[in-house]
Structure formats: C-alpha cells, structure tokens
C-alpha cells in the first residue's frame, strides 16, 4: 500500500531503498526479510513522504504527509 501511495514501482522501491527487487517481491507475499532490510525500505518510503500508522483497532496502515504544511 504505501509503495503505491507514493506511486513507486518495485523496481523504484527497490533502488531508493538499496535492496534488490526480489526482496520487494518477497516483502510483498509475506515473507520474511531481515530487520535491516525492513528498516531500509521503511526509510526509503518515509523519505518519499509515508507515514506508518500503528495498529488502531482497525489494522495498521499508512498516509502521505501533508505536502501543503
């Protein structure tokens, strides 16, 4: 979801984050993937604009930073 808020493709998700687009791939179906890849791909969406938001109730998810503020 937050890959395409910010309408990345794999492979641009894969290049700001430093990671291979396999490993997107396997993020993606579920799989695990080692805490510093998670982070790096974290920071690589946070930096495009990504807020994570923790679990509410309703499931966690993500929002865009407002841009206008």
């Not at 890959?3 to 997107?24: N, Y």
């Not at 990504?50 to 998810?61: E, H, K, R, S, W």
Request: proline residues 3%; hydrophobic residues 45%; charged residues 30%.
């Amino acid at each position: 979801m937050a890959r395409a808020a910010v309408g990345w493709g794999v492979r641009e998700l894969a290049k700001e984050a430093g990671v291979s687009v396999d490993t997107i791939s396997r993020l993606e179906r579920g799989e695990d993937l080692q805490p510093r890849t998670i982070a790096a791909i974290r920071t690589a969406l946070e930096a495009a604009g990504v807020i994570f938001i923790d679990q509410n109730g309703n499931g966690p998810g993500v929002r865009l930073k407002d841009r206008s503020a």
